[in-house]
């Protein structure tokens, strides 16, 4: 269910809703919120700093697109 929230905006968008900013870049920008979200559950349940834990794992995700990136060649 929760990864339905970063296709929302491809749905508006296709359904010729106007959004400020492209549909792509808002189902990124959701889906890198949703990670650092997931970070902070996981610091929370650890018993580790969550803003550590959040940073951590949105580290994660944005060096796995770089290199997903990096090695396809987009």
Do not use: C, D
């Amino acid at each position: 269910i929760i990864s339905l929230s970063v296709l929302i905006p491809l749905f508006v968008s296709r359904a010729g809703i106007p959004l400020p900013i492209p549909a792509l870049h808002v189902a990124i920008i959701i889906a890198l919120l949703e990670i650092f979200l997931l970070g902070i559950y996981l610091g929370h349940i650890a018993g580790i700093s969550w803003i550590r834990s959040g940073l951590q794992t949105l580290l994660v995700a944005l060096l796995t697109i770089a290199l997903i990136y990096l090695f396809t060649g987009l």
